[in-house]
């Protein structure tokens, strides 16, 4: 499967307990990115990468959500000190960024998402 | 990028057209009209997407308005599988190149009744 994978599909944890997803983009994809989805409600942006360089981070949830991306491939999304109202599906996607002129087109796949439940 | 309003549920019968409305008055001139879907328990799925004039691919067509303020997503012949969340989303694309994240609404639920 060449498509975007995510890892774990579900995590449940405590209250308090730090926890950390995996993204695996599609493999020429450069861009990467973050979003959160809580039940009933479109996915919220977080996040996102081009190539390793996170280019925009203001609308991470706290300082407790931090995101990498190494080497610019996978990435990893931390929260640290879990608190209930952090119990989501947090969805990653990928594209491509460049392309000139007007038209220039940027569909991002979506993976199939980690759901965090926090106890 | 522009806010876009949505019906939040429709139901289709099987076999006929799903029309799927959108509202985007305040959508400028450089914006596009992109519509992606979420299969319950799955990521977002781009559908289609244009800037003023209609389109058509093999899932969709989408029907612009002139003065581009709303939209229609047409799926001709829904089926079952078509069940989903469908959202409707305008963003700034940038001569430059880049581009902005996606920016979601609450969307339609769509159901296709047997």
């Known amino acids: 499967d060449t498509g975007v994978s995510q890892n774990p599909r579900h995590k449940i944890t405590k209250r308090g307990q730090n926890v950390t997803f995996r993204c695996d983009p599609i493999?020429?994809?450069?861009?990467l990115y973050w979003y959160r989805q809580t039940l009933g409600q479109g996915p919220e942006f977080l996040t996102y990468?081009?190539?390793?360089?996170?280019?925009?981070k203001s609308r991470l949830l706290s300082d407790r959500f931090s995101a990498e991306r190494p080497k610019g491939s996978f990435s990893t999304l931390e929260i640290q000190r879990t608190e209930q109202g952090d119990s989501a599906m947090y969805l990653c996607?990928?594209?491509?960024?460049?392309?000139?002129?007007?038209?220039?087109?940027?569909?991002?796949?979506f993976g199939p998402g980690t759901r965090l439940t926090v106890t | 990028d522009a806010k876009t309003t949505q019906p939040t549920s429709m139901d289709c019968a099987e076999g006929r057209a799903a029309n799927l409305p959108c509202n985007h008055s305040?959508?400028?001139?450089?914006?596009?009209v992109y519509w992606y879907r979420q299969i319950h328990s799955q990521g977002p799925q781009y559908i289609i997407h244009?800037?003023?004039n209609n389109e058509t691919n093999e899932m969709a067509s989408l029907i612009i308005t002139e003065d581009r303020k709303s939209s229609t997503l047409i799926l001709p012949h829904a089926t079952l599988r078509d069940t989903a969340v469908y959202y409707c989303?305008?963003?700034?694309?940038?001569?430059?190149?880049?581009?902005?994240?996606?920016?979601f609404g609450s969307g339609t639920q769509l159901t296709v009744l047997p």
């Open positions: 989303i305008v963003r700034l694309l940038l001569s430059s190149g880049s581009a902005r994240q996606l920016t």
């Open positions: 493999s020429e994809h450069n861009r």
């Open positions: 996607a990928s594209g491509i960024s460049g392309g000139t002129g007007q038209g220039a087109f940027y569909e991002q796949y």
């Open positions: 990468f081009q190539n390793e360089a996170q280019l925009e």
């Open positions: 305040t959508i400028s001139g450089n914006e596009y």
């Open positions: 244009g800037l003023k």
